[in-house]
């Protein structure tokens, strides 16, 4: 390990020419799949470190006052669509709808509605789909 940081940037002064594996974690716990970053960019990604099952991580924050991400691992290219439904079953806000590499993803969620306004308190559910399959979770919005 050469250094933890919580930005995305890190100079290594030392190092002349030097290539390094980097990984993400996010809070939950969750490690993204190793990349070999070189001064001209990333080089490759070991295809080990994708996730073996789609998964949708609970959001952080949770519970959500201005904002939260949604973590998911897609363990091959796919079609996503992650959304944003009320309790009553109403979509909120379709967040994502493209297609998208294997590996870790996160998507984040200003609180508004598909209209652009603020959503009100309550809980609320989200849905990934991704090779026929869905994930969901839940989000309590505190205003």
């Known amino acids: 390990l050469v250094a933890t940081v919580s930005d995305t940037t890190f100079v290594d002064a030392d190092c002349v020419g030097c290539f390094y594996k980097l990984a993400a974690a996010n809070r939950s716990g969750f490690e993204s799949p190793y990349a070999m970053i070189s001064p001209s960019g990333t080089t490759a990604v070991d295809p080990s470190r994708l996730p073996v099952t789609l998964y949708l991580a609970a959001p952080s924050p949770n519970p959500a006052r201005s904002g939260t991400s949604f973590t ?25 709808r493209e297609s998208l590499p294997a590996g870790e993803h996160a998507i984040r969620w200003d609180l508004r509605n598909a209209d652009g306004a603020p959503v009100s308190g309550g809980l609320f559910f989200v849905r990934l789909s991704a090779e ?7 989000l309590a919005v505190i205003r």
């Open 72 to 96: 998911f691992g897609l363990p091959r290219p796919a079609v996503v669509s992650l959304a944003v439904y009320d309790v009553n079953g109403r979509l909120v806000r379709e967040l994502a």
């Open 132 to 138: 026929g399959r869905t994930r969901t979770g839940r």
